[in-house]
């Protein structure tokens, strides 16, 4: 079975501008969750979509980061303008919308800002 | 706001026991987590125990959790080298999980 599906794995690009990381999630799976991993502070969870309606974005950090899911296949995390200090591992994962149900992550998109 | 704490690093010989070790702070936690991180890739699931049990066996994991003390372990019996990565405990509070930082466990001949 497909698990989650991150795309590009790596980017490298310069400060100040825009950057798109893609998910797919797990078939059938109504939950979706974008987290952040850095050495400094670990794994941070940004925002989660149910049924590809945002539920909590209080980990956002800023207006530069913006996450769509415009249908129960695709997600997108988009930051604009980028910094260095977004430079970071981006995980997606999703899960079904049981109780019992845990997470499934993805291979993450390692993201550098120059 | 949730709290989970854990060892940052674990040397262990092949063939021996590793046990991790995870403290959470919340008490309503429902299911508690442990995934593995190997270099480069994603979180894989690796077992979980529902709050209101003690321990949960699968294969060679064994989790132990003390709700009253509010601790989680991990124990892997016959560490191979294979088993070198990070773990992360996890706790989940209605649909959102707060991760510790993560144990490094590095296996050695």
């Known amino acids: 079975d497909a698990g989650v599906i991150q795309s590009p794995r790596h980017e490298v690009t310069e400060m100040g501008q825009e950057v798109t990381l893609r998910c797919k999630p797990i078939s059938g799976h109504d939950y979706l969750f974008w987290y952040r991993q850095t050495m400094m502070r670990g794994l941070e969870l940004l925002i989660y979509?149910?049924?590809?309606?945002?539920?909590?974005d209080s980990g956002m950090p800023e207006d530069r980061f913006s996450a769509k899911m415009p249908n129960a296949s695709f997600s997108t995390l988009k930051i604009q303008p980028s910094e260095p200090r977004d430079s970071a591992v981006y995980f997606c994962a999703s899960s079904m919308g049981q109780p019992n149900q845990p997470q499934h992550f993805g291979d993450g998109t390692r993201l550098s800002i120059l | 706001g949730e709290d989970v704490e854990q060892s940052l690093f674990l040397s262990v010989r092949e063939g021996d026991s590793s046990v991790i070790n995870c403290t959470y702070t919340?008490?309503?936690?429902?299911?508690l987590y442990w995934y593995k991180q190997e270099p480069g890739a994603g979180l894989q699931l690796l077992t979980y125990i529902f709050s209101n049990m003690d321990m949960k066996q699968d294969q060679r994991l064994t989790v132990l959790l003390n709700k009253k003390d509010k601790h989680l372990s991990l124990r892997i019996a016959d560490t191979q080298t294979g088993d070198s990565a990070i773990y992360f405990c996890?706790?989940?509070?209605?649909?959102?999980?707060?991760f510790g930082a993560g144990t490094t466990v590095t296996v050695r001949a």
């Open positions: 979509f149910n049924n590809n309606v945002p539920i909590d």
């Open positions: 919340d008490s309503s936690s429902t299911y």
């Open positions: 996890a706790e989940r509070d209605d649909y959102k999980l707060s």
